[in-house]
């Protein structure tokens, strides 16, 4: 229609009534707006960190996806990640985000989450540290060492260091074995 607009409380009340969760977050990482389906699943985390929302093996990956999406380098990002329920349940979520601009300038980022599954009780102990979470992860993904180094910018040899001592915190021997127990279709033998 000629002449007219679409209003900012018109907008928001749609996406307010939208399923899926929405949300954005500042320049400093600080949850602005959520609809009622994001505070179902995390609360009202409006005025916090986003990071606090985030399994501890994640927040490393969300704020470089976060950092790029500020500094204007990824126009769209959709990723995997887990998020942690007000009550405490692991989700694994695909997040589709993109940068709010006023003119030229990056002010935010406005982001969805498509999909939400409860993940499974870990089988691997949580005393492992954030970087041994992601390099699990990495290697249930089928990552070599040499893409393992690529996707976290470390050097070959830092990678196989982590992935030694990951072994050694589970137990195991092997990169299969590590994978299976996160799967829970590994049974440690007894000591």
């Known amino acids: 229609m000629a002449g007219s607009s679409i ?13 899926l969760p929405t ?13 009622a389906a994001a505070k179902h699943y995390v609360g009202d985390a409006r005025g916090k960190q986003f ?10 990956h969300v704020r470089e996806v976060f950092a790029r999406k500020i500094a ?25 985000s993109v940068p709010l601009l006023d003119g030229e300038r990056v002010v935010g980022v406005f982001g969805q989450v ?18 041994q979470h992601e390099i699990l992860r990495l ?13 976290l910018h470390l050097s070959e040899a830092t990678v196989r260091n982590h992935i030694r001592r990951l072994l050694r915190s589970l137990g195991v021997h092997s990169r299969l074995q590590a994978v299976a127990l996160a799967h829970g279709d ?3 033998e007894a000591a």
């Not at 949300?23 to 609809?35: A, E, H, K, L, R």
């Not at 990071?51 to 490393?60: C, F, G, N």
């Not at 290697?139 to 996707?151: C, M, P, Y």
């Open 114 to 131: 498509s999909s939400v599954e409860e993940e499974p009780e870990p089988s691997v102990p949580l005393e492992l540290t954030p970087r």
């Open 139 to 151: 290697l249930e993904r089928g990552l070599s060492t040499e893409e393992i180094a690529a996707e």
């Open 72 to 96: 204007g380098n990824a126009p769209v990002t959709d990723f995997e990640s887990i998020v942690v329920s007000e009550d405490g349940r692991r989700l694994a979520v695909q997040i589709s």
């Open 186 to 188: 590994y049974v440690r």
């Open 7 to 19: 209003h900012d409380a018109s907008l928001e009340e749609a996406l307010e009534r939208i399923s």
């Open 51 to 60: 990071t606090s929302l985030v399994a501890p093996e994640e927040i490393r």
């Open 23 to 35: 949300y954005t977050v500042d320049t400093f990482g600080i949850v602005t707006w959520m609809n």
